[in-house]
């Protein structure tokens, strides 16, 4: 007889669309780094399913969960216990297990707060347009309010939601915040420092960018887009043109996951790991 455990500790990823979704690659590097007998599933979980996916969390004893769009706001509403920061975020972006009963966290701003630092971007006193109003938009406009940014513009197409986010950071932060339709060509303002794409254009296969006029983008502003895959996006091929700093979606994607990684784990995450697996995917 042997007592070796022939189970495999799940994480799971749920998201739809979720195929292009490359954080599998990063948490597989991990748990081999590490010597984990661990693995990451990512799920395709259609928006009628979720609740259904969230249970199926607890059937099957799983650790964990990383939830991506369009699922970050919705599931908040299927979960036992919801940290408070996420609470004031309105959107969860890991969710994990403990004593039979599943928690919600949100690492995505955290994630991005950590990149900027990495690259030594102050953005005390800084004005930032933040381009959509989904989960990540949220995460990442709640965390630049609390770190001193003096304003933030959110530009979204759907009105409803835009104003919701632009409540939640009048509500939880003194930020001055203004909301933005975007049912036309959105012009970049003048004294802008921080330029976010927070929306889905441009992911792989979208070739798209997003509709703003780039002839106001300047070399003085630094220009993000979240997107991981793939990491030169369109929009930041634009912004590169225009002679602008820029960031792509590889380092919030490592950090943000970084920190689910210890909610799942109790272990710090191979960082560098991470990073070289994600490099030598995109590299091929």
């Not at 701003?109 to 989960?135: P, R, T």
């Not at 993000?224 to 590169?240: G, K, M, S």
Request: glycine content about 6%; overall charge negative.
């Amino acid at each position: 007889m042997s007592d070796r455990c022939y189970r495999s500790e799940l994480i799971g990823l749920f998201g739809y669309p979720v195929d292009e979704n490359p954080t599998v690659v990063i948490m597989e590097a991990a748990f081999k780094a590490l010597n984990l007998d661990y693995r990451y599933n990512t799920t395709s979980v259609k928006p009628e399913d979720l609740d259904t996916a969230v249970k199926a969390l607890k059937a099957f004893n799983m650790k964990g969960t990383h939830i991506t769009v369009p699922h970050k706001i919705e599931v908040m509403k299927y979960l036992d216990h919801i940290a408070d920061d996420a609470q004031m975020i309105g959107a969860v972006n890991t969710v994990y297990l403990k004593d039979g009963e599943t928690y919600g966290e949100n690492t995505d701003g955290k994630g991005f707060i950590i990149s900027l630092k990495e690259g030594n971007i102050d953005i005390i006193g800084k004005h930032v347009v933040i381009l959509g109003a989904g989960g990540a938009a949220h995460a990442i406009a709640i965390e630049l309010a609390l770190h001193g940014v003096e304003s933030i513009i959110i530009v979204n197409r759907n009105e409803s939601k835009g104003r919701e986010l632009t409540s939640r950071l009048n509500t939880y932060s003194k930020v001055k915040t203004e909301f933005v339709l975007w049912d036309k060509i959105f012009s970049i303002p003048s004294d802008t420092d921080l330029i976010v794409n927070a929306t889905s254009v441009g992911l792989y296969p979208d070739k798209s960018k997003p509709s703003i006029d780039y002839n106001t983008l300047d070399k003085s502003m630094i220009v993000c887009d979240i997107i991981p895959n793939p990491p030169q996006t369109p929009f930041l091929d634009e912004a590169i043109k225009a002679g602008c700093h820029t960031f792509d979606g590889f380092s919030m994607l490592i950090n943000q996951a970084a920190i689910s990684f210890k909610l799942w784990v109790g272990e710090d995450a191979p960082i560098q790991a991470m990073r070289e697996a994600l490099k030598k995917e995109f590299d091929n």
